[in-house]
Structures are given as structure tokens and as C-alpha cells.
């Protein structure tokens, strides 16, 4: 979800602040519309960021692990190389990278999400940032990756065009994002499984289950694998390719940058 989610530079400016975040005229915003306002979506994922990972592996049936362990294979960080790891949230996601003894940053633009993975990994550089206008130089990683975080950015074309700046001529970039699955009778169950079944087990461990039937919604609104691999084409993406998994829960694209 993050430096990934879809923000903006006034929320990566803001100084950090308490649980909570944005507020809108009638209080605090627990869950974003599809429209994907950028002050929305930062403000949900502070709220949820205290339980974020617990959440995730209820809900996922403990696919999260096996998921994070495919990225870390397609993304194939090595020794001294840089790899950006955004919508990284708590930097769960950005550990196996940094256990190769590549340069992780992890980034993200909920700032509720930062506080919290830097009170667990105080060694990791956390970074402010919005998908849409990274604060890094061009061609600077050899690699950009961000786990379900692209369909929560509000311009997702402007994303895979910042990604492809800042990564290296020959670098890679690998998206991990809920898709379409394959096999239609299994996706009919599944619709009903997030339409129906995932709110009530997010009331249940979240401290915002309104945030989850926006991920419900979210999810069925995201473009299928092959249109996500023309959107990455059309932002300078060369050799794009992608890999089902848990049968087309989730996706894995990645593609090149053209030396």
C-alpha cells in the first residue's frame, strides 16, 4: 500500500505525528474512496498502522510470507546494491533485501507507518515519499519494488514513470499487487470472500476495519495482469513479464530499464 500509497508532499512534510492523521470536517478518516485522495489514503493507513502486519497475516491466511518470499526471489537483491522498497509501510517487506546485504530505503508517505517500523528497525534509512514524485535522483536504484501498494496510488501511470527515473539503465522493477484470478468459478468465491468474509475478520483484528472494505473495493477495481503489463510498458518498461500466484490472487510484473 504507500511512498507507494499515493501521497502527497505536504503529507511527507508534515511532522510525525500521532495515530490518527488527516481529519476531514467531520473527524478522522478511516477509510479512502476509490477515488484515491491522497490525504484519505495516508490517514487510513496511519490509523491502521499499529496492528498492519498481524492484520495482513490473518487475512491472507499466512499467504503474506510466501508472497514477500517470491518478491525477494524476483527482485534478486545483492551485496551493495540499492534497492528501493516503497509502499513498505513497517519495512516488513524491505527485510529480506536488507538480509542479502543490499542498501534498502524503505519508503512510504503514511507517517503512522513510518513511526512505527522505525521503532522495530531503527537501522533502516525510512524515507518519506510520494509514488508520484520520488525524492530521489534520477538512476539511482538498481532495483524498485513495492508490494500492494501501486493500487493505492492515485496516479498509477505517474508512479511506473517515476519508478523507471530512478532506476539504473539495465535495473529491474517488481510489482506485487492483488489481481485477477484465473480460474473463473474460483473467482467468483473469491469476490464473495472479500465482499463478504473479509470485513467481518477485519473487525475482529484491525483497528480500522472500515480500511479493509476499501481494500475490498480496491481490489475489484484493479486492472487484470495483462493491463497492468501494458500500463508498465507505456511508462518505459522494456522485457515486462508476469507470474501468477495463489492463482491469480496476486501477481507478480517485473520489468526492465533499458541500458
Same mark, same amino acid.
Given at each position: 500500500? #504507500? #511512498?507507494g500509497r499515493g #501521497?502527497?508532499?505536504? +503529507? @511527507? @512534510? @508534515?511532522p510525525l505525528s500521532g495515530r490518527g492523521g488527516t481529519y476531514c470536517n467531520n473527524g478522522p478518516v478511516t477509510r479512502a474512496s476509490l477515488n484515491k485522495q491522497p490525504h484519505e489514503v495516508a490517514s487510513m493507513f496511519d490509523d491502521v498502522a499499529e496492528r498492519y502486519d498481524l492484520t495482513n497475516d490473518v487475512l491472507s491466511l499466512g499467504q503474506d510470507r510466501v508472497w514477500r518470499k517470491e518478491v525477494a526471489t524476483a527482485v534478486d537483491a545483492r551485496p551493495a546494491q540499492k534497492v528501493l522498497d516503497l509502499a513498505a509501510g513497517t519495512a516488513t517487506s524491505s527485510l529480506p533485501f536488507a538480509r542479502t546485504g543490499a542498501y534498502v530505503v524503505p519508503c512510504d508517505f503514511s507517517l503512522g507507518m513510518l513511526q512505527v517500523g522505525k521503532r522495530k528497525h531503527t537501522w533502516l534509512p525510512f524515507t518519506a515519499g510520494d509514488a508520484t514524485k520520488l525524492p530521489f535522483k534520477d538512476d539511482t536504484f538498481d532495483a524498485v519494488t513495492i508490494s500492494f501498494g501501486l493500487r493505492n496510488v492515485q496516479d498509477t501511470d505517474t508512479a511506473l514513470r517515476e519508478m523507471h527515473r530512478v532506476?539504473?539503465? #539495465?535495473g529491474r522493477v517488481v510489482i506485487c499487487e492483488f489481481s485477477h484470478p484465473t480460474w473463473a468459478p474460483f473467482r467468483t468465491v473469491y469476490t464473495e470472500y472479500l465482499m463478504r468474509a473479509l470485513p467481518p475478520v477485519a473487525r475482529a483484528v484491525s483497528s480500522n476495519p472500515d480500511a479493509y472494505v476499501y481494500l475490498a473495493e480496491s481490489i475489484r477495481a484493479w486492472p487484470d495482469q495483462p493491463a497492468l503489463a501494458e500500463r508498465l510498458q507505456k511508462a518505459g518498461w522494456s522485457r515486462v513479464a508476469w507470474r501468477n500466484l495463489s492463482g491469480g490472487i496476486? +501477481?507478480?510484473h517485473r520489468g526492465f530499464k533499458a541500458s
Open positions: 500500500m #504507500g #511512498g #501521497g502527497e508532499e505536504e +503529507a @511527507a @512534510a @508534515a532506476t539504473k539503465p #539495465g496476486v +501477481a507478480l
